[in-house]
């Protein structure tokens, strides 16, 4: 717009000229004629430069300056034949000229000054551009180094998965000897109950056998006493008869039989305490199998809780191991897509 403004200024000085011309050019002689002449001249060729659009102003002030010149030689040759008329005419041509060629310096001013904005309103878009490309990149530097964290995390947690598998199957191995342990120790248990009733039954026959010969043996005792004292009696009323020999004899049958069934009583005794430490070691066993079963029942617990709890961590640790997993696969696909939209 500017650049027109200037161009219809130029256009309008340079018209004036001519009407002062042509209404000058009645009085004037022969050689001011040849003068005028040329001048129509210089105006056509003016006309046929207005007409070419596509010169810059820095051309039109160039051309100014050149029918300044011109204007100037043609009033030097014309001398004393034009007078102060043609001298008038031509100076005021020259100063025509010197005003386009002004109005075409401030055209050209006002284009480079246009010039001069665009090249800012450029320098600030290049300078947003670049900012807006290094946080660009900045981002997908960002991006690389997250999804080179949830790759070392992947295989961190990899690893931990491994691991709790490796756990897993331990404590299914550790519950599996357990059980094994604790039928063994169970049937152990079923065998130490049936001894033990067996040595029950054989310690009641035991004592019953034993209160059999112990009273045998005390009625024998009291027989051989009762014997002795009817024989020391018989012996004293009849100290001389034949049968005093007889009763000698019962006499140390019964003292016999007194230290047999006094044998007798002591070995039943014997076995029958025998039988009791058997009994009570029995018993003793029974309790430290039976505490053996508590604690092996309570460590079998104690492992398949653990054994429980181990294979759901592992559980758990691979839904997170997948879970980071796709999110690495995400992040992985976010970063490609910033990436690509980078370059």
Not at 64 to 76: G, H, M, P, T
Not at 242 to 263: D, M, R, S, W, Y
Not at 276 to 295: E, F, I, W
Not at 304 to 326: M, P, S, T
Request: glycine share 2%; net charge positive; hydrophobic share 40%.
């Amino acid at each position: 717009m500017r650049l027109l403004v200037v161009l219809l200024l130029t256009a309008s000085v340079w018209a004036f000229p001519e009407r002062r011309s042509a209404s000058n050019a009645g009085p004037l002689p022969q050689t001011s004629q040849q003068l005028h002449a040329q001048a129509q001249k210089l105006e056509k060729a003016r006309e046929a430069q207005r007409d070419c659009k596509g010169k810059c102003a820095s051309s039109i002030a160039q051309k100014a300056a050149a029918e300044a010149k011109a204007a100037q030689a043609a009033q030097n040759a014309a001398g004393a034949q034009a007078a102060h008329m043609v001298k008038t005419q031509l100076a005021e041509k020259a100063l025509q000229a010197a005003k386009a060629a002004e109005a075409a310096l401030a055209g050209k001013q006002a284009v480079v000054e246009q010039l001069q904005q665009e090249v800012k309103e450029a320098e600030a878009v290049v300078a947003e551009n670049t900012a807006a490309v290094h946080q660009q990149q900045s981002t997908v530097n960002a991006a690389v180094q997250a999804a080179q964290q949830a790759t070392a995390q992947h295989k961190l947690l990899c690893q931990a998965t491994q691991l709790a598998c490796q756990l897993e199957k331990s404590a299914h191995c550790v519950l599996d000897k357990t059980k094994f342990g604790l039928q063994e120790k169970c049937h152990n248990l079923s065998e130490a109950r049936a001894r033990l009733a067996h040595l029950q039954h054989k310690l009641q026959c035991a004592c019953t056998e034993c209160s059999i010969t112990k009273q045998a043996a005390h009625s024998a005792c009291e027989a051989a006493r009762a014997a002795c004292g009817n024989a020391r009696k018989k012996k004293q009323v009849a100290s001389q008869s034949p049968v005093h020999k007889l009763l000698a004899q019962a006499t140390q049958l019964a003292c016999q039989l007194e230290k047999t069934a006094h044998c007798v009583l002591d070995k039943t005794k014997y076995g029958l305490q025998e039988k009791c430490h058997h009994l009570s070691d029995a018993r003793a066993r029974l309790a430290h199998l039976q505490h053996m079963l508590q604690c092996a029942c309570a460590e079998c617990s104690a492992t398949k809780h653990a054994a429980h709890c181990a294979c759901e961590a592992a559980r758990a640790a691979c839904g997170n191991a997948r879970k980071k997993k796709h999110i690495l696969e995400q992040l992985t696909i976010g970063s490609k897509d910033e990436s690509k939209r980078g370059r």
